[in-house]
T-cell receptor, first 109, second 114 residues
Framework: KNEVEQSPQNLTAQEGEFITINCSYS?????LHWLQQHPGGGIVSLFM?????KKHGRLIATINIQEKHSSLHITASHPRDSAVYIC???????????WGAGTKLIIKP | DAGITQSPRHKVTETGTPVTLRCHQT?????MYWYRQDPGHGLRLIHY???????DKGEVSDGYSVSRSKTEDFLLTLESATSSQTSVYFC?????????????FGSGTRLTVV
């Protein structure tokens, strides 16, 4: 079993829909990270969470430490949100990241 | 945002030749990382550094070496390139004392070994 599990693996939605991507982890963590990668592109860090909820524009990330679960939400989705979204956790003093497999999101106009 | 640049952006090299990739940061961050990204594997850690001359291996370190003689530069060397090292390589820094985004990634180096 992977230490970081994401669901769904693939998600296709219509423009304007509310999107939820889930991440579960099985280890103790110091922080959880959400990252975005556009096709053929670089990797952008969206959020770093250790508790609660963070919001940036149309993106919202939540974490429940007791349940070892995080969600990334996108409100009013847009085709430019199409990308791979990756959940990763950092555990120890060297801040190595343990990566989820990613969720490929396609938003259709 | 923290400045981080990778060079070269693209490289084609022949099997058996040594190759060095460079990661340069403009801020004084302690932790730097080299990852490779391959289809079906996601990102895998090659080596990381926690200070000048302080480095350690990641999960896929065989065939790679690193050096960090200055805080701002982290070099990745493929000692004798093989076709299995064809990949996209990403450098990352961990922004110390940051309560926001945590990590910044370089734009990647696409390496092809022929």
């Amino acid at each position: 079993k992977n230490e970081v599990e994401q669901s769904p693996q693939n998600l296709t939605a219509q423009e304007g829909e509310f999107i939820t991507i889930n991440c579960s982890y099985s280890v103790g963590i110091s922080a959880l990270h959400w990252l975005q990668q556009h096709p053929g592109g670089g990797i952008v860090s969206l959020f770093m969470l250790s508790s609660g909820k963070k919001k940036h524009g149309r993106l919202i990330a939540t974490i429940n430490i007791q349940e070892k679960h995080s969600s990334l939400h996108i409100t009013a989705s847009h085709p430019r949100d199409s990308a791979v979204y990756i959940c990763a956790v950092s555990m120890d003093s060297n801040y190595q990241l343990i990566w989820g497999a990613g969720t490929k999101l396609i938003i259709k106009p | 945002d923290a400045g981080i640049t990778q060079s070269p952006r693209h490289k084609v090299t022949e099997t058996g030749t040594p190759v060095t990739l460079r990661c340069h940061q403009t801020e004084n961050h302690r932790y730097m990382y080299w990852y490779r990204q391959d289809p079906g594997h996601g990102l895998r850690l090659i080596h990381y550094s926690y200070g000048v001359k302080d480095t350690d291996k990641g999960e896929v370190s065989d065939g790679y070496s690193v050096s960090r003689s200055k805080t701002e530069d982290f070099l990745l060397t493929l000692e004798s390139a093989t076709s299995s090292q064809t990949s996209v390589y990403f450098c990352a820094i961990r922004r110390s004392g940051d309560s926001g985004h945590g990590y910044t990634f370089g734009s990647g180096t696409r390496l092809t070994v022929v």
